[in-house]
């Protein structure tokens, strides 16, 4: 029988092994390309050997040559935590710009379906609240989040037109705030950031007075969505995240609570441009893919817990 081959790009990473995961599971081909910048071969590492799986180290913003039929293409290379976009600044505009380019001259050559991973962060600081797909965003091209935020939109803008003057078939999902096993601890971002503290007993570090919220879906939940865009017809934007907003200093205390730790909470000072509110409005991807989260915060808290004791177990 016929199997579709789907190629992942950042397939090493948190969210592309996850994804690479859940396509053999649906019974595709894969081949993961990552260059391992910010990526870990051990995310894949239980796919070596399975002859669906296929790994190519390679940096994406140069052109790459795969011979054979392609059907899908989902485009995930892209460093993500503002500490990992903040330190590689000039990788981040290339993969976003350069990356997609390549990527979609792939899909292109190949006529397979594209899929690119945006990100709420296209919305900036946004003052429409929650976020819905036809709000335009506000967003700082010049300041530190800016080499993030501006590569995704020009993403989706070189997206779009692949799309209406090549006639390529594409998808975008703009993807929130998402965690589970296989995240860095040391990616920077809240959650890793504070489960690590809370497990070392350290203080959790809340930037500015933790008024700011954001809204964390589980990792699962985000793949099915993700599954689910790809294969249907809406070549618009769609969000895919968990709407259960929640200020940062009300998380930290969840993390304090849920691990047990006498740690406590101290405060710096907010980096900038930090968005100060952040929560997807599902209603499209309700309607249009019938997906909606299913995994709470606490639930998923649990699983994401129990992965870094094991990490910080064997280191
Ligand atoms: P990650 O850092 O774990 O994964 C990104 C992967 O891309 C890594 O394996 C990295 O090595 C690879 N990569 C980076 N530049 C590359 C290049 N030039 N060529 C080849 N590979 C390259 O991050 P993640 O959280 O899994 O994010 C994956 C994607 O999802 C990113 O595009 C990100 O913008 C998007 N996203 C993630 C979140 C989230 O909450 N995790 C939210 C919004 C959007
Ligand atoms: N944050 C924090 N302490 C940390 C890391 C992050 O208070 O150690 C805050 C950060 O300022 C932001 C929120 O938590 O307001 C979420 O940050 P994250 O890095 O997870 O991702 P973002 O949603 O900002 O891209």
Redesign the pocket.
């Known amino acids: 029988m016929y199997k579709p081959t789907a190629v992942v ?9 996850h994804l690479c995961d859940r396509l053999l599971a649906e019974g595709f081909k894969v081949i993961c ?8 071969i051990n ?1 894949i590492a239980h796919l070596a050997g399975n002859e669906d799986f296929s790994f190519v180290k ?4 140069n052109y790459i040559f795969l011979p054979g039929r392609i059907d899908y293409i989902l ?7 503002p500490i ?1 976009y903040l330190k590689l600044p000039i ?1 981040t505009l ?2 976003g710009s350069l ?1 997609t380019h390549k990527v979609l001259g792939l899909a292109k050559e190949k006529k397979a379906r594209v899929l690119l ?5 296209v919305y900036g600081d946004p003052v429409v609240h929650p976020q819905t797909e036809d709000y335009w965003g506000n967003v700082n091209p010049i300041g530190p989040r800016g080499v ?1 935020d501006e590569a ?1 939109r020009f993403a989706e803008a070189i997206t779009m037109a692949y799309h209406r003057y090549h006639g390529v078939d594409t998808r975008i999902v ?6 589970g096993p ?3 601890l040391d ?1 920077g ?1 809240a959650l890793p950031a504070f489960v690590g503290e809370a497990l070392r007993d350290e203080d959790l570090t809340v930037f500015g007075d933790g008024s700011q919220t954001r809204s964390f ?1 589980y990792v699962s939940d985000l793949v099915d969505g993700i599954f689910k865009l790809l294969m249907s017809n809406e070549t618009d934007p769609v969000n895919i995240g968990n709407p259960d907003e929640i200020t940062i200093k009300e998380f930290a205390e969840e993390v304090i609570k849920i691990t047990g730790t006498k740690s406590k909470i101290i405060y710096k000072e907010l980096p900038a441009d930090d968005p100060k509110v952040r929560q997807p409005n599902i209603e499209k991807a309700k309607r249009i893919l019938g997906w909606e989260p299913k995994v709470g915060r606490s639930e998923g808290l649990k699983v994401t817990i129990e992965y870094f004791k094991s990490v910080i177990g064997k280191s």
């Open positions: 790009t950042g397939g090493a990473g948190f969210l592309g092994s390309v990552d260059n391992l910048i910010t990526g870990n995310n390679h940096d994406i913003t485009h995930f290379a892209s460093p993500a935590s990992d990788q290339k993969v990356g991973a945006s990100t709420s962060e993030y995704k703009r993807i929130f705030n998402t965690y296989r995240m860095r990616d971002r879906c």
